[in-house]
């Protein structure tokens, strides 16, 4: 989103970074403790963390790595890794 500092900014404040710069667009990160992690905004962390436990829970009971790389859609590696890292729950 596109703000003019002009608006947004005391004079003061304005003064200091022109200084710095002048006539272009500068972007200001979020602070750290306020940015979302990825895909935290639009839920892929959540829908890949519960297409995860879905793909254990197949395996536990006996699916094949390959019949859940064709119904997922995933390689032979990943399957492994998610099988893996569920072992010891």
């Known amino acids: 989103m ?10 003061h404040l304005l003064d200091a970074i022109q200084e710095y710069v002048q006539g272009v ?26 297409r995860n436990k879905e793909i254990v829970r197949l395996f536990r009971k006996g699916e094949s790595i390959y019949s859940l790389m064709e119904r997922y859609h995933l390689g032979y590696d990943s399957i492994r890794k998610i099988v893996s890292a569920h072992r010891k729950e």
Not at 2 to 11: C, F, G, S, T
Request: glycine share 8%; hydrophobic share 30%.
């Open 2 to 11: 596109y703000v003019n500092a002009e608006d947004v900014l005391p004079e």
């Open 25 to 50: 667009e500068i972007y200001i990160p979020k602070k750290p403790e306020e940015r979302l992690g990825w895909g935290e905004r639009n839920g892929t962390r959540k829908h890949i963390a519960q």
